[in-house]
């Protein structure tokens, strides 16, 4: 079985609601409608625009977390051999590059400015401070932890559709068996409705949709 295609659903469910809020529907297939799929279709149409809403933030946030990174190593890498020629005992953190997550990229610049405002009041840590790294260093970490949140919310996003995906489609495939008695299987009021299998047959009409 293949992934589920939110978006083909999303565009059927959205296709649901043209057809069962419509002023000349079919009253028994607008009242199936408005009792049967509406509230799990709501649910569902308004978790999947969530989730387009957070893959845009996320990859915006994480362009500029990146570009922000970018900005910050060469400044990183020199402020690290800079404390560790005056302090060679200095417990400073890895280069960024050997960081493995987010997460620990913050905690690498965190631990940096940390060590080196343990040595202020002498030159090299006060030109650390108020040079390129130590002036840049907050705005990047806000930018990496932007972009965590984001892709944590992006994460919460998708779990609340998938969530809301299987009563959706069960109502879905109840709605639709109505519309396929009223109308007819070759109305085009079922065609635009109908999920048809990843091969394009005919399925008669109860599979889920597919990628």
């Given at each position: 079985?293949?992934?589920?295609?939110?978006?083909?659903?999303?565009?059927?469910?959205?296709?649901?609601?043209?057809?069962?809020?419509?002023?000349?529907?079919?009253?028994?297939?607008?009242?199936?409608?408005?009792?049967?799929?509406?509230?799990?279709?709501?649910?569902?149409?308004?978790?999947?625009?969530?989730?387009?809403?957070?893959?845009?933030?996320?990859?915006?946030?994480?362009?500029?977390?990146?570009?922000?990174?970018?900005?910050?190593?060469?400044?990183?890498?020199?402020?690290?051999?800079?404390?560790?020629?005056?302090?060679?005992t200095?417990?400073?953190?890895?280069?960024?590059?050997?960081?493995?997550?987010?997460?620990?990229?913050?905690?690498?610049?965190?631990?940096?400015?940390?060590?080196?405002?343990?040595?202020?009041?002498?030159?090299?840590?006060?030109?650390?401070?108020?040079?390129?790294?130590?002036?840049?260093?907050?705005?990047?970490?806000?930018?990496?932890?932007?972009?965590?949140?984001?892709?944590?919310?992006?994460?919460?996003?998708?779990?609340?559709?998938?969530?809301?995906?299987?009563?959706?489609?069960?109502?879905?495939?109840?709605?639709?068996?109505?519309?396929?008695?009223?109308?007819?299987?070759?109305s085009?009021?079922?065609?635009?409705?109908h999920?048809?299998?990843?091969?394009?047959?005919?399925?008669?009409?109860?599979?889920?949709?597919?990628?």
């Amino acid at each position: 079985m293949g992934a589920i295609d939110y978006k083909r659903f999303h565009r059927i469910l959205t296709r649901c609601q043209e057809l069962g809020t419509d002023p000349n529907a079919r009253p028994v297939v607008a009242r199936v409608y408005t009792d049967v799929l509406k509230g799990s279709a709501e649910a569902f149409l308004t978790a999947h625009k969530s989730v387009i809403a957070g893959e845009s933030a996320a990859g915006k946030e994480g362009a500029e977390a990146n570009a922000a990174l970018v900005s910050i190593d060469q400044p990183y890498r020199e402020a690290r051999a800079v404390a560790l020629a005056y302090v060679p005992t200095l417990e400073v953190p890895d280069t960024l590059k050997r960081q493995p997550t987010d997460t620990d990229k913050v905690t690498a610049l965190e631990d940096l400015l940390d060590a080196v405002d343990d040595h202020l009041g002498t030159p090299w840590a006060d030109d650390i401070v108020n040079g390129v790294f130590g002036q840049r260093a907050p705005q990047v970490i806000k930018e990496i932890r932007e972009s965590v949140d984001a892709n944590t919310a992006l994460a919460n996003a998708k779990n609340a559709r998938a969530t809301a995906y299987g009563p959706a489609y069960e109502k879905y495939i109840s709605f639709k068996r109505v519309v396929r008695e009223v109308h007819g299987p070759s109305s085009k009021e079922y065609k635009r409705i109908h999920l048809r299998a990843a091969s394009g047959g005919d399925d008669g009409g109860d599979d889920g949709p597919k990628e």
